[in-house]
């Protein structure tokens, strides 16, 4: 087992609606890498993912947001899929929770649609992000600029398109996370 990530404890932020794969293969790599992840939703007891075009497995939910400090996590996880960060960029819980890993410099993963939480944090000015394409103009109107890659990394935020990034996204998502803080 990889030990980059030992003694780190990394809080992934989801909601139902959130695409499956984008929590589940940055989850199993952070954990081969020796993390420890926790699921954190507004939701209790459990979570529902979507897979693809339908509704896909239930995940059990480590903490609700109420009960989640930021202050007890070394990185930040934002699975995409489209109702999930929806619905978190409208809960204040989960942004103030999001807000409190950029303001701290602790590095942030956003893949897919997962830059709407960020966005709606008011931090996102003057970095280089990317996305799924359909964000673009909500990331340029708040600020960043938006490039079309695989993977970007900018003081500690790791941002990817989608599923077929994931392989270069939990690559870089384990180098920012085992690296700490980063200025901002």
């Given at each position: ?23 589940t293969d940055p989850q199993k790599a952070l954990e081969g890498a020796g993390a420890e992840t926790h699921i954190i939703s507004p939701q209790d007891g459990e979570v529902k993912a979507w897979k693809h075009t339908d509704w896909g497995d239930k995940f059990r939910v480590d903490k609700k947001i109420k ?118």
């Amino acid at each position: 087992m990889a030990t980059q990530l030992a003694g780190k404890k990394i809080a992934i932020l989801v909601d139902n609606g959130f695409e499956q794969v984008e929590l589940t293969d940055p989850q199993k790599a952070l954990e081969g890498a020796g993390a420890e992840t926790h699921i954190i939703s507004p939701q209790d007891g459990e979570v529902k993912a979507w897979k693809h075009t339908d509704w896909g497995d239930k995940f059990r939910v480590d903490k609700k947001i109420k009960e989640a400090r930021a202050e007890d996590y070394d990185g930040l996880l934002l699975p995409g899929g489209v109702m999930n960060p929806d619905h978190l960029r409208g809960n204040k819980e989960a942004v103030a929770f999001v807000d409190k890993f950029l303001t701290s410099g602790k590095p942030v993963a956003a893949i897919c649609h997962g830059p709407w939480t960020l966005i709606e944090t008011g931090k996102v000015k003057g970095l280089k992000m990317t996305s799924y394409p359909s964000l673009q103009t909500d990331l340029k109107n708040a600020g960043a600029e938006w490039v079309d890659q695989e993977v970007v990394v900018d003081k500690g935020i790791v941002t990817s398109r989608n599923p077929n990034d994931i392989p270069a996204f939990n690559k870089k998502i384990i180098e920012e996370f085992a690296e700490g803080k980063h200025e901002r």
